[in-house]
């Protein structure tokens, strides 16, 4: 199939083929991204460096996404944005190559010291060569706007938020008398999960249980605190979950925990992987942010704030709407997730921001 410089022919992603447990959330966004455009642009490629040290990383992730620019002269190259493609996405704009970088959060905010300084010069010089910029929350897009700013080249900057995978079908709840939490993802501290330890120790949440899937490095600290709390009867970790484990597991759990201190990442805004899956699979969640304002006026998606005591009523109140509501709330957040959050739907708007040549829309 002939490609136009509509299309997408090479999809470049920094993160290695063997990566680290708490990478596998962004290895499996990326094997569905690059799913979504074979779809739709049937000769794309996927390039991951096999290499995992960060040297290795930087180098392998240039030359193999130069060769592939070569030997694929049209269509539009898609770069997931960090300090390792960043040289890539320069020297493919300086060949005039048209360049779609994804930004996933404000990257600057996340390091300090020396690398903090080397991303924020990565992102004033770099940014720019992209022809696209996909800033998956608002938040991000004001990111790139900051770092571009007083430079001559101005990309289009669009706010594109996650997509998910959906299940073409949708589970109800199994019947269980438990209020349960459950959370998924890597243990960080912008996921706020010792504010929910907290909360889950105070007597609005007595007896509720929760579920943590995952790990990352936080994980010994929140043990810690599970034990120094006492809360050993009412916290499971389930450690990794594959795929068929996670739908299992979201149809006996009633409200799904989203990041509850993102402020920490630099963020007031955000569009994460976990939220977008629970709704994905019929399940309520909350949070401590803002999703995009779509979202957030659903029913099925509850935000908190506060002190640990208000928390608390807030994380209580939500399970009582949950559990009342029955799986018709569910049902709902299942057919929102489809409409809104598909990858097919993910891919029609870059497909959309690839034709466009003028003026920042954002998109959700």
Same mark, same amino acid.
């Given at each position: 199939?002939?490609?136009?410089?509509?299309?997408?022919?090479?999809?470049?992603?920094?993160?290695?083929?063997?990566?680290?447990?708490?990478?596998?959330?962004?290895?499996? %966004?990326?094997?569905?991204?690059?799913?979504?455009?074979?779809?739709?642009?049937?000769?794309?490629?996927?390039?991951?460096?096999?290499?995992?040290?960060?040297?290795?990383?930087?180098?392998?992730?240039?030359?193999?996404?130069?060769?592939?620019?070569?030997?694929?002269?049209? @269509?539009?190259?898609?770069?997931?944005?960090?300090?390792?493609?960043?040289?890539?996405?320069?020297?493919?704009?300086?060949?005039?190559?048209?360049?779609?970088?994804?930004?996933?959060?404000?990257?600057?905010?996340?390091?300090?010291?020396?690398?903090?300084?080397?991303?924020?010069?990565?992102?004033?010089?770099?940014?720019?060569?992209?022809?696209?910029?996909?800033?998956?929350?608002?938040?991000?897009?004001?990111?790139?706007?900051?770092?571009?700013?007083?430079?001559?080249?101005?990309?289009?900057?669009?706010?594109?938020?996650?997509?998910? +995978?959906?299940?073409?079908?949708?589970?109800?709840?199994?019947?269980?008398?438990?209020?349960?939490?459950?959370?998924?993802?890597?243990?960080?501290?912008?996921?706020?999960?010792?504010?929910?330890?907290?909360?889950?120790?105070?007597?609005?949440?007595?007896?509720?249980?929760?579920?943590?899937?995952?790990?990352?490095?936080?994980?010994?600290?929140?043990?810690?605190?599970? +034990? /120094?709390?006492?809360?050993? %009867?009412?916290?499971?970790?389930?450690?990794?979950?594959?795929?068929?484990?996670?739908?299992?597991?979201?149809?006996?759990?009633?409200?799904?925990?989203?990041?509850?201190?993102?402020?920490?990442?630099?963020?007031?805004?955000?569009?994460?992987?976990?939220?977008?899956?629970?709704?994905?699979?019929?399940?309520?969640?909350?949070? @401590?942010?803002?999703?995009?304002?779509?979202?957030?006026?659903?029913?099925?998606?509850?935000?908190?704030?506060?002190?640990?005591?208000?928390?608390?009523?807030?994380?209580?109140?939500?399970?009582?709407?949950?559990?009342?509501?029955?799986? +018709?709330?569910?049902?709902?957040?299942?057919?929102? /997730?489809?409409?809104?959050?598909?990858?097919?739907?993910?891919?029609?708007?870059?497909? @959309?921001?690839?034709?466009?040549?003028?003026?920042?829309?954002?998109?959700?």
């Amino acid at each position: 199939m002939k490609s136009t410089q509509d299309d997408i022919t090479i999809y470049v992603s920094s993160v290695p083929l063997e990566c680290r447990p708490e990478d596998r959330g962004v290895a499996n %966004k990326v094997a569905a991204q690059y799913r979504a455009f074979r779809r739709r642009y049937q000769g794309t490629i996927l390039i991951r460096p096999r290499s995992a040290s960060k040297l290795g990383r930087v180098v392998e992730t240039l030359v193999r996404g130069l060769i592939a620019a070569f030997s694929l002269p049209r @269509g539009a190259v898609y770069v997931r944005y960090d300090s390792y493609t960043a040289l890539l996405i320069l020297a493919l704009g300086l060949l005039g190559r048209v360049t779609v970088a994804e930004v996933n959060g404000r990257l600057s905010a996340e390091v300090s010291g020396w690398k903090r300084w080397l991303q924020t010069f990565f992102d004033r010089l770099c940014l720019p060569y992209a022809a696209r910029i996909v800033a998956v929350a608002e938040d991000v897009r004001s990111y790139v706007l900051e770092a571009m700013a007083g430079v001559r080249r101005k990309p289009v900057v669009a706010v594109i938020g996650n997509a998910v +995978e959906v299940p073409p079908h949708y589970v109800p709840r199994v019947p269980d008398g438990n209020p349960t939490l459950f959370y998924v993802g890597t243990f960080r501290r912008a996921h706020g999960l010792d504010l929910l330890l907290d909360a889950l120790s105070t007597e609005a949440l007595r007896g509720v249980r929760l579920l943590l899937a995952g790990a990352g490095p936080e994980e010994s600290t929140i043990r810690e605190q599970v +034990e /120094a709390l006492g809360l050993e %009867k009412q916290v499971t970790f389930v450690g990794w979950v594959n795929e068929d484990e996670l739908v299992e597991t979201l149809t006996t759990v009633d409200l799904g925990i989203g990041s509850l201190a993102i402020e920490r990442a630099g963020l007031r805004t955000a569009a994460t992987l976990k939220v977008r899956s629970y709704l994905a699979h019929g399940l309520p969640c909350i949070v @401590g942010y803002e999703e995009d304002p779509e979202t957030m006026r659903q029913p099925f998606v509850f935000r908190v704030s506060g002190d640990r005591e208000d928390v608390a009523m807030q994380i209580s109140d939500a399970l009582t709407m949950c559990r009342s509501c029955g799986n +018709e709330l569910r049902l709902e957040a299942w057919r929102y /997730a489809r409409d809104h959050f598909s990858y097919d739907v993910w891919v029609s708007h870059i497909s @959309g921001l690839l034709k466009r040549d003028q003026a920042t829309k954002v998109m959700f």
